[in-house]
């Protein structure tokens, strides 16, 4: 929670200024025992987002230097370059900058992850043809990439009242950063998202989709070793997932080997884009999207 002077500092205005948005319902906030206004970091990032603001001090709420980002105004081709560069060299804060400022400076988390973190990983997926240290830096990267993703989801809205989905990466596929970016493109449109990561087999999924009852459910397919299997196992839950009255949003780099036929509350998708497009849809009163 920030302090009325924390945030004014961050964003470079007086703290009468923030404490009049506040009384006027422009951010929202709560107020502690002794009436002292609070504002949650979420709010101050929506607030940042729709007002188009710049954050001239991030340290003021706990960000990293973002600063730097928001002045290159960089196309996605450049940031995917620069983040190419401090994932395989490990810088953690910097990649949260960089991904944060795009976010803050109005980019939907969709067009962050299809844009500068899909250049920066397809690049880090030409090293292991190198040897053995091109599959280290694959790892690192991940690591580097995920710890940004993380921090980047503590700006996105709290769940409140949200639709519920539910969603993973099935049994054999290690790929995790997939999974999480579609746990973030969900929150970033006001869902509720369970991720249960890579190597979930279906089958717990499933039970999960009996308890939960998600109206969204994402598998991200990023190994297909044996599509045949998988198709069937995909198949049979987007037939679970229907009868419980939700849809099955199938998607990943290997996700066309499955050949899944058009179906009622089967949809594929190809890009954090059409994940949010498809779960815009869902938010909108019955009869928005077509099955
Ligand atoms: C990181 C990585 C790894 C890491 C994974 C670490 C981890 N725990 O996650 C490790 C080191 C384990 C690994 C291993 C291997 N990898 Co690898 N890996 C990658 C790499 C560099 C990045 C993948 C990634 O995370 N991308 C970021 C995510 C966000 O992007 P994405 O997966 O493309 O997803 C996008 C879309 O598919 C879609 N999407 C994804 N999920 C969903 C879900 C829904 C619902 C929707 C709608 C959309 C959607 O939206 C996303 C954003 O646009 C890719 C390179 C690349 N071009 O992708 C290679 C890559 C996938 N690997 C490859 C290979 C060859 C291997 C290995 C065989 C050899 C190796 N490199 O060590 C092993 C095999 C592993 C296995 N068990 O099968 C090849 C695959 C080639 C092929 N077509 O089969 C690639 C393409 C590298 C290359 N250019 O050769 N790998």
């Given at each position: 929670?920030?302090?009325?002077?924390?945030?004014?500092?961050?964003?470079?205005?007086?703290?009468?200024?923030?404490?009049?948005?506040?009384?006027?319902?422009?951010?929202?906030?709560?107020?502690?025992?002794?009436?002292?206004?609070?504002?949650?970091?979420?709010?101050?990032?929506?607030?940042?987002?729709?007002?188009?603001?710049?954050?001239?001090?991030?340290?003021?709420?706990?960000?990293?230097?973002?600063?730097?980002?928001?002045?290159?105004?960089?196309?996605?081709?450049?940031?995917?370059?620069?983040?190419?560069?401090?994932?395989?060299?490990?810088?953690?804060?910097?990649?949260?900058?960089?991904?944060?400022?795009?976010?803050?400076?109005?980019?939907?988390?969709?067009?962050?992850?299809?844009?500068?973190?899909?250049?920066?990983?397809?690049?880090?997926?030409?090293?292991?043809?190198?040897?053995?240290?091109?599959?280290?830096?694959?790892?690192?990267?991940?690591?580097?990439?995920?710890?940004?993703?993380?921090?980047?989801?503590?700006?996105?809205?709290?769940?409140?009242?949200?639709?519920?989905?539910?969603?993973?990466?099935?049994?054999?596929?290690?790929?995790?950063?997939?999974?999480?970016?579609?746990?973030?493109?969900?929150?970033?449109?006001?869902?509720?998202?369970?991720?249960?990561?890579?190597?979930?087999?279906?089958?717990?999924?499933?039970?999960s989709v009996e308890k939960l009852r998600p109206?969204?459910?994402?598998?991200?397919?990023?190994?297909?070793?044996?599509?045949?299997?998988?198709?069937?196992?995909?198949?049979?839950?987007?037939?679970?997932?229907?009868?419980?009255?939700?849809?099955?949003?199938?998607?990943?780099?290997?996700?066309?080997?499955?050949?899944?036929?058009?179906?009622?509350?089967?949809?594929?998708?190809?890009?954090?884009?059409?994940?949010?497009?498809?779960?815009?849809?869902?938010?909108?009163?019955?009869?928005?999207?077509?099955?």
């Open positions: 929670m920030l302090t009325t002077r924390q945030l004014a500092d961050a964003i470079g205005v007086s703290e009468s200024s923030v404490k009049r948005w506040i009384d006027d319902g422009r951010i929202g906030a709560i107020r502690t025992a002794g009436g002292h206004r609070r504002v949650r970091v979420e709010e101050a990032a929506r607030y940042v987002r729709e007002a188009g603001m710049a954050i001239e001090r991030p340290e003021s709420l706990g960000l990293p230097d973002l600063a730097a980002h928001a002045r290159r105004k960089a196309t996605d081709g450049e940031a995917g370059e620069m983040l190419y560069d401090y994932l395989t060299t490990g810088l953690a804060a910097e990649a949260t900058g960089l991904l944060m400022a795009r976010f803050l400076a109005g980019a939907s988390v969709a067009q962050v992850v299809d844009g500068p973190l899909v250049q920066a990983m397809t690049k880090v997926g030409e090293l292991w043809r190198s040897g053995p240290n091109g599959i280290l830096l694959e790892h690192r990267a991940t690591e580097v990439a995920l710890r940004a993703l993380v921090r980047l989801r503590a700006l996105l809205r709290p769940p409140g009242e949200g639709l519920v989905s539910v969603g993973g990466a099935p049994a054999g596929d290690p790929y995790v950063l997939a999974s999480m970016s579609a746990a973030a493109v969900l929150e970033d449109e006001g869902f509720r998202a369970t991720n249960l990561g890579p190597e979930t087999p279906l089958g717990t999924l499933g039970l109206r969204l459910v994402w598998i991200s397919v990023s190994v297909a070793n044996d599509a045949t299997g998988l198709r069937r196992e995909v198949l049979g839950l987007a037939d679970r997932v229907r009868a419980l009255g939700g849809i099955l949003v199938v998607g990943g780099a290997q996700v066309d080997r499955l050949l899944l036929p058009r179906k009622q509350a089967l949809y594929v998708g190809g890009s954090m884009a059409e994940l949010r497009a498809i779960a815009h849809g869902l938010k909108l009163p019955a009869g928005g999207t077509g099955g």
